[in-house]
């Protein structure tokens, strides 16, 4: 059978990502079509190519089982951060750490502020879409209040909200750029510090220097905020112990500990603070961890006077979590292995692979490369995770031939995609944080200036391959 497979010439290979481009573009950028069709339609459609060519289904499951039986480990990091997440929520870790960021925020120095709060709660729970949904509302409320630009506030929550989505080991796409990579979480999360620090260093100034001229609001133009807090101390007993769970995670990413047992080890002492501190059922605390935290779940909800715009971010901040709240992602990524298992299968890439690495001759090159695909890809796709198994399959054999660690292909994906997202108004990302929170993509983005900023460093550490491995690792520097 191996006699009769064909290689593919370079223009029906590209012939063949033009149509997967297409059908990614039209059907998640116009159709808003499910993620996880797109990626069945464009596996289907690469199959029938490499059947064409001589290959057949026995050919993809093969590659497809060997590329899961790899990412078994990532999968079980993924439910335990929901089991994690979830624990946390009704322990009242969450929102512990919600309460601080409210009581820093400075209307005189809202913009600074913003960013600095984001940053932490983002961090904290690993979403850029929780934190702009919840305390983003609130800090828009509140620049609405004090009528001064929303488009630098909303830039400046979404660059805090996108920090942590890059640096969390709690974010989904920070574990799933290094499931794709195959790259080490923590590794590859230290080595996007090179150029995340800069750009935080660069947004505080920046939003700082925007912001020099503002003065603090009158106690009126706070209530959006006070009525958070309120309503997390109504429903919580929230005290410092309950920042130990948090603790307990960062410690075993310094230490190096095995991430599952970390996360496990969390989530149950978070479970017993939450039957020592929270009037929760213990059987409410079970669920929570298997199907997520419901504010149902407090006794005190239905005695806490609320407005509607505050119930609706309370509900917005807790409702979530539990260990099936990963099985969306990790649907999306069996189905993206399965769709690179397709399309590797069929030849096209190694085709266009052979083409492009005449040119990518240089470490600077490759990484140029990975990370100008990843925007091309996420603004075609809509969608990061998508872009991150197909870049792996393009760019694979590049990284290992010039031994370069895959903490280097994270951080370029990282930058080219999940950094951009947002920007793109026809992405998901894009509408979620222009509906949220009422300011239009393209009003905000020159605002976001820790997304653009680490962009512009991630480029800047390419170039520097060309003279010194300061911020470029590896195999053999890796220990």
């Given amino acids: 059978m191996d006699a009769l497979i064909r290689k593919p010439s370079f223009a029906s290979a590209i012939t063949l990502l033009i149509v997967i481009f297409f059908i990614f573009a039209v059907g998640i950028g116009f159709l808003n079509y499910p993620v996880e069709f797109i990626l069945i339609t464009v596996t289907v459609t690469s199959c029938f190519y490499a059947k064409y060519y001589g290959n057949n289904w026995k050919n993809v499951v093969d590659m497809f089982v060997s590329k899961i039986k790899d990412a078994v480990p990532a999968m079980l990091i993924l439910l335990a951060i929901g089991i994690l997440i979830g624990c946390w929520m009704i322990s009242g870790t969450i929102p512990l ?28 729970t690993g979403t ?41 080991p709690l974010s989904d796409t920070t574990n799933m750029a290094a499931i794709a990579a195959g790259a080490d979480l923590y590794q590859s999360i230290r080595n996007m510090l ?26 009126g133009q ?38 599952i047992i970390v996360l496990v080890a969390s989530s149950a002492f978070a479970i017993a603070l939450a039957v020592i501190f929270q009037d929760v059922l ?5 669920n929570t961890s298997i199907n997520g935290f419901k504010s149902s779940m407090l006794p005190g909800l239905n005695d806490l006077a609320m407005d509607e715009t505050t119930s609706k971010n309370i509900n917005i901040l807790l409702n979530r979590g539990g260990m099936y709240s990963m099985v969306n992602p990790i649907v999306v990524m069996l189905c993206a292995f399965m ?15 052979g083409s492009l690495a005449k040119k990518l001759h240089t470490v600077t090159r490759t990484v140029l490369a990975t990370m100008f695909t990843s925007s091309l890809l996420v603004a075609c796709t809509g969608n990061a995770v998508i872009s991150f198994f197909i870049i792996k399959s393009m760019y694979d054999p590049s990284y290992k031939e010039k031994k370069l660690h895959m903490v280097n292909m994270s951080r370029a994906m990282e930058s080219g995609a999940t950094l951009l997202e947002g920007l793109f108004p026809w992405t998901i990302s894009g ?23 680490c962009f512009v460093m991630a480029i800047l550490f390419a170039l520097l391959a060309k003279f010194s491995n300061f911020g470029t690792r590896y195999e053999e520097a890796v220990t």
Wanted: hydrophobic share 60%; charged share 10%.
């Fill in 128 to 168: 850029s879409w929780g934190s702009a949904g919840t305390i983003g509302v609130a800090l828009v409320a509140v620049a609405s209040a004090m009528d001064i630009s929303l488009p630098i506030t909303a830039g400046a929550v979404i660059s805090g909200a996108y920090f942590g989505d890059k640096l969390s």
């Fill in 194 to 219: 090179y150029t995340s620090v800069p750009s935080f260093i660069f947004a505080c100034v920046g939003f700082y220097l925007l912001g020099n001229d503002l003065h603090a609001g009158s106690v």
């Fill in 431 to 453: 509408m979620f944080m222009a509906k949220t929170l009422g300011v239009a993509t393209l009003d905000y983005a020159p605002f976001v200036l820790f997304n653009l900023s």
């Fill in 339 to 353: 769709f690179a298992s397709a399309i590797e299968v069929s030849g096209a890439l190694s085709v266009l692979l």
């Fill in 282 to 286: 213990f059987a409410d605390i079970i």
């Fill in 97 to 124: 750490m919600v309460l601080y960021g409210l009581e820093v925020i400075n209307p005189a120095y809202l913009y600074l502020t913003a960013f600095l709060v984001t940053v932490c709660i983002s961090t904290f």
């Fill in 222 to 259: 706070l209530e959006t905020i006070a009525k958070m807090k309120m309503a997390l101390t109504g429903l919580f007993w929230l005290n410092p112990l309950l920042m130990a769970p948090a603790l307990l995670v960062f410690v075993g990413a310094i230490k190096k500990w095995d991430t």
